[in-house]
């Protein structure tokens, strides 16, 4: 079982910068993929960045040049910066770990997530 605990979140306001933090505690063996996702209130969830244990990383669109993911494989945390924030960029962001185990198999783990408001 792995658990993971996100941090970081809460108000800032239109253009200002926030970062967030996941950090993975268990039974670990291998996180192949690291990756954030974010809810807003009334739509889905959907991926914002994802970064792979090579350091490949995933932007979608609406967050290219403003957010930025990185990770600690030793210590199986993941970080997201974000910049500029703007009001629909208010969500709640979840963490997500894609963790294989020595016999290859592969099960996504979800954090509970976090808060972040961004308003005037």
């Known amino acids: 079982q792995v658990h993971l605990v996100e941090s970081g979140g809460g108000f800032v306001q239109i253009g200002g910068s926030l970062s967030l933090s996941c950090a993975a505690s268990?039974?670990?063996?291998?996180?192949?993929?690291m990756e954030w996702y974010r809810q807003a209130a009334g739509k889905e969830r959907e991926l914002v960045a994802s970064?792979?244990?090579?350091?490949?990383?995933y932007y979608e669109d609406s967050v290219k040049g403003r957010f930025t993911i990185s990770a600690d494989n030793v210590k199986n945390l993941v970080y997201l910066e974000m910049n500029s924030l703007k009001s629909e960029d208010t969500a709640v962001y979840y963490c997500?770990?894609?963790?294989?185990?020595?016999?290859?198999?592969?099960?996504?783990?979800w954090g509970k997530g976090t808060l972040v408001t961004v308003s005037s």
């Open positions: 997500n770990m894609e963790h294989q185990d020595r016999w290859g198999a592969r099960r996504n783990y």
């Open positions: 268990g039974r670990i063996f291998s996180i192949p993929v």
């Open positions: 970064i792979t244990s090579e350091h490949h990383t």
